[in-house]
């Protein structure tokens, strides 16, 4: 099982930019992929972007392709989403997940994730 905390969530307006980081407690010989999930109040929760963590290959919704950036460093064990040109429509809880782990299996976009952090608030404002 690997432990996941976000950070960097906050307030900003819209067209404003911020840079989520994920810190996983370790990457095991299992870690295959990660990623970045959110949910809006009344909403359910859908997936965001995901990085295959051996070759660095990314796949994003299309709801933010071209504004968010999915990255890794993995000498810190750290995930990162950095988004741009943000939205009211981008307010939401954000999480990241990991494919070690055995709680809320979700597939989505060629990675089954296992484990959750326990969330940052994003909201934007127009």
Same mark, same amino acid.
Do not use: H
């Given at each position: ?7 960097? +969530?906050?307030?900003?307006? $819209?067209?404003?930019?911020? @840079?989520?980081?994920?810190?996983? *407690? @370790?990457?095991?010989?299992? #870690?295959?992929?990660?990623? /970045?999930?959110?949910? $809006?109040?009344? !909403? ?5 972007? @995901? ?6 290959? =990314? ?5 933010? !392709?071209?504004?968010?950036?999915? *990255?890794?460093? &993995?000498? !810190? &064990? =750290?995930?990162?989403?950095?988004? &741009? ?11 990241? $997940?990991? &494919?070690? +782990?055995?709680?809320?299996?979700? /597939?989505?976009? +060629?990675? =089954?994730?296992? #484990? /959750? ?5 994003? =909201?934007?404002?127009?």
């Amino acid at each position: 099982q690997v432990q996941l905390v976000e950070s960097g +969530g906050g307030s900003v307006q $819209a067209g404003g930019s911020l @840079r989520l980081s994920c810190s996983a *407690s @370790r990457y095991t010989s299992s #870690s295959a992929c990660m990623g /970045w999930f959110r949910q $809006a109040p009344g !909403k359910e929760r859908e997936g965001v972007a @995901r990085i295959y963590l051996g070759g660095g290959i =990314t796949y994003y919704a299309d709801s933010v !392709k071209g504004r968010f950036t999915i *990255s890794q460093d &993995n000498a !810190k &064990n =750290t995930l990162y989403l950095l988004m &741009n040109s943000l939205s009211p429509e981008d307010t939401a809880m954000y999480y990241c $997940a990991s &494919n070690v +782990g055995p709680y809320s299996r979700t /597939w989505w976009a +060629g990675c =089954t994730f296992g #484990s /959750w952090g326990q969330g940052t608030q994003v =909201t934007v404002s127009s």
